[in-house]
């Protein structure tokens, strides 16, 4: 059996005091003759605990943060806080709620606005005189003529009574330029016209020459004339 060397010995003897721990069994007494024995630890002769070990050099202690109270969070606990937090953070979009409609509506409207800035397609038919007349119609004589031109406020034009009127076109297209505010109680069209001249009994009509274009009025007549059955 190999025998342990003195020194070691009395390095677990002097370490074991200095914990306070009893010496081991087999610890022999001091390692040479005239050496006092290791002075027994305070705590077994009543007095002070021996400090405790200090930590070894360059050795940091580092405190966990510790968690903030919940009255500092609202009275929310902080792990409910810092999941909700979470949650905000993955589903926000960054834009108000007020926005998504517009946003929703802007393709629409940029849309609508490049089409009405596009020039009308060269392919499209050129309307035909009667189409042409039968919008001016619509727009500005039906209101007193009716929209079929069975008469209103105006005088009868379907069913060819305004070639009855006015036999000769370049009448006809005098009478749409004029009007006949400036001819109110006046006779007017072809005096041999079966029943007589018509009469400006209102005087109402206005005059178009200046509102619609020489094109629109020669087709507006021929829709009167030959367009209104």
């Not at 089409?115 to 039906?142: D, E, I, Y």
Request: charged share 20%.
């Amino acid at each position: 059996m190999t025998e342990v060397p003195e020194y070691l010995l009395q390095r677990s003897r002097e370490r074991r005091a200095a914990l306070g721990l009893a010496p081991a069994e087999g610890d022999a007494g001091p390692a040479a003759e005239g050496e006092a024995p290791a002075a027994p630890p305070a705590a077994a002769e009543g007095g002070a605990a021996p400090p405790a070990a200090a930590p070894a050099a360059g050795a940091v202690a580092v405190a966990e943060p510790a968690a903030p109270p919940a009255a500092a969070t609202g009275g929310i606990e902080p792990a409910a806080l810092t999941a909700y937090l979470e949650t905000e953070a993955r589903t926000r979009t960054g834009v108000p709620v007020w926005m998504i409609p517009v946003l929703a509506i802007l393709p629409i409207w940029a849309f609508a606005y490049l089409g009405a800035l596009s020039p009308p397609s060269k392919g499209a038919a050129a309307l035909t005189p009667l189409q042409l007349g039968s919008q001016v119609f619509a727009k500005n004589c039906a209101v007193c003529h009716g929209g079929k031109g069975e008469g209103g406020v105006g005088p009868k034009l379907a069913g060819g009574d305004a070639k009855v009127t006015f036999p000769n076109e370049a009448d006809h297209i005098a009478w749409v330029e004029t009007g006949s505010q400036t001819k109110k109680a006046q006779k007017y069209g072809d005096p041999n016209r079966p029943g007589g001249q018509r009469v400006a009994t209102q005087g109402v009509m206005p005059a178009f020459k200046g509102t619609l274009t020489d094109a629109q009025i020669k087709a507006v007549v021929t829709f009167e004339r030959d367009g209104l059955k």
